[in-house]
């Protein structure tokens, strides 16, 4: 060893910084830029504060401070766009022109990641999770053409017959969600579809309410969980109550009050990371909240409830839920508007997108043989259109699936199967057929 009496004072890697504080900082006292991003140490002065090209802001142990897929040394911030080296983007904004897509895909796509006008534009733009509850808690955004979907977020009854659905029209199409306040509500497993943009932490929820009664409190309507998690619910035990939204960072709270049994309405809530929350209630924004700090760690998650709190009990939801849709970006004002304003016309998320309304058919004939345990069903159908076949033991969750895809012919299609083991000797078992 070589000890100096100026050691602790001196550079030996020239980046800017002692090595006392390279020590101190866990650092490389021998490697002038520690995580390999292009930047020596002693620019990345780690207090999310860029001021120039020598005081970045950046993390000295992370190459990627703003997570964003490029380099901190490649974000020059310098506002010009210079190419995938020069990016000019800022180190510490994941989305520096806002334009709902994250600087390294833009960059890497062959797009600007500062020309905020050649982002996607549309309803369909990062919608990830939709459920329109027509007698399915499957999630349409993944099973049809409407949205961006990565998993099929499909739900599941918890606690019927207090989670159901409804015995007539919901606000759209054939039904909703009904739910009496007591023990049931759909769970939905944790995904990226549902907990929020991991770059951006970004997230918007839209969905159509009835309160039949209010009878305790924070009755959640769809809720990730507490803290940093987001949440739609009743205010407290406020009454005529408030809609509350907490989407990282505190409640916020509109100034609309309700007095069930209400009729529908529309809640919308946005949580934009740098920005703050706002909670819309029937296409009009009536509250705002501050820098939210969503938790999009999907480790550290809870399930998605729709009517009721994964962190809370006894918080259900007591009347009817429809139309319920998940984006992983900020949605504009306008686009909540639209929404709204076509959900006054009776058209749903779904047709606002131009979801094809599903082929009405009827299964025509079906047969069964006890010692081979084979099914045959024959259903009307056409060509060019494929087909699923489903079981259910209860007619409630469809999830048993006996063929995901089978083309069907001009007039009819006939299909024959093997009862699945699992459920051979249920007392009772039921199927569907329906289009894809």
């Known amino acids: 060893l070589n000890f100096e009496a100026n050691d602790a004072v001196a550079d030996a890697d020239t980046d800017g910084l002692s090595n006392l504080d390279e020590y101190l900082r866990g650092?490389?006292?021998?490697?002038?830029?520690?995580?390999?991003?292009?930047?020596?140490?002693?620019?990345?002065?780690?207090?999310?504060?860029?001021?120039?090209?020598?005081?970045?802001?950046?993390?000295?142990?992370?190459?990627?401070?703003?997570g964003d897929l490029l380099k901190d040394g490649v974000e020059t911030n310098t506002g010009t766009y210079g190419g995938a080296t020069n990016t000019g983007t800022d180190p510490l904004d994941p989305d520096t022109d806002d334009d709902d897509l994250a600087d390294g895909p833009e960059v890497t796509t062959g797009r600007n990641p500062l020309d905020p006008s050649?982002?996607?534009?549309?309803?369909?733009?990062?919608?990830?999770?939709?459920?329109?509850?027509?007698?399915?808690?499957?999630?349409?955004?993944?099973?049809?053409?409407?949205?961006?979907?990565?998993?099929?977020?499909?739900?599941?009854?918890?606690?019927?017959?207090?989670?159901?659905?409804?015995?007539?029209?919901?606000?759209?199409?054939?039904?909703?969600?009904?739910?009496?306040?007591?023990?049931?509500?759909?769970?939905?497993?944790?995904?990226?579809?549902?907990?929020?943009?991991?770059?951006?932490?970004?997230?918007?929820?839209?969905?159509?309410?009835?309160?039949?009664?209010?009878?305790?409190?924070?009755?959640?309507?769809?809720?990730?969980?507490?803290?940093?998690?987001?949440?739609?619910?009743?205010?407290?035990?406020?009454?005529?109550?408030?809609?509350?939204?907490?989407?990282?960072?505190?409640?916020?709270?509109?100034?609309?009050?309700?007095?069930?049994?209400?009729?529908?309405?529309?809640?919308?809530?946005?949580?934009?990371?740098?920005?703050?929350?706002?909670?819309?209630?029937?296409?009009?924004?009536?509250?705002?909240g501050t820098e939210p700090g969503l938790d999009t760690d999907l480790t550290a998650a809870t399930d998605l409830f729709i009517g009721a709190n994964p962190q809370a009990g006894g918080r259900e939801w007591n009347g009817e839920i429809d139309d319920v849709a998940i984006w992983t970006r900020a949605l504009k004002e306008e686009e909540i508007t639209q929404i709204y304003q076509a959900g006054t016309g009776a058209s749903s998320l779904g047709a606002l997108l131009g979801q094809t309304p599903p082929l009405v058919f009827n299964i025509t004939a079906w047969s069964y043989n006890p010692a081979t345990k084979q099914v045959s069903l024959t259903w009307e159908s056409k060509a060019g259109t494929n087909y699923a076949v489903n079981y259910s033991t209860d007619v409630k969750d469809w999830s048993g699936v006996i063929i995901a895809s089978t083309p069907g012919s001009a007039t009819s299609t006939t299909y024959t199967f093997t009862v699945p083991a699992a459920v051979a000797t249920a007392p009772r078992l039921f199927f569907r057929v329906t289009s894809k």
């Open 27 to 66: 650092l490389n006292p021998k490697t002038p830029d520690t995580d390999g991003d292009g930047l020596k140490d002693g620019v990345e002065t780690h207090d999310g504060n860029f001021v120039d090209a020598a005081h970045t802001g950046t993390d000295p142990l992370k190459a990627d401070t703003d």
């Open 118 to 288: 050649d982002g996607r534009t549309g309803l369909n733009v990062a919608l990830t999770a939709y459920w329109n509850f027509d007698g399915t808690l499957n999630d349409i955004a993944h099973q049809s053409s409407l949205g961006e979907s990565t998993v099929a977020d499909n739900g599941v009854f918890s606690g019927a017959p207090d989670a159901d659905f409804s015995t007539g029209p919901g606000r759209f199409g054939s039904g909703a969600l009904a739910l009496t306040g007591g023990d049931g509500w759909v769970t939905v497993p944790k995904s990226a579809d549902t907990i929020g943009n991991v770059l951006t932490k970004c997230v918007s929820i839209s969905l159509w309410l009835k309160a039949n009664a209010f009878d305790s409190t924070w009755q959640a309507a769809i809720s990730h969980g507490e803290g940093s998690h987001w949440r739609i619910a009743r205010q407290g035990d406020s009454f005529p109550g408030n809609m509350a939204y907490a989407g990282g960072s505190g409640d916020i709270y509109s100034t609309t009050t309700f007095e069930p049994p209400t009729e529908w309405y529309h809640v919308a809530a946005v949580t934009t990371e740098g920005t703050g929350t706002a909670l819309y209630i029937n296409g009009v924004q009536e509250a705002t």
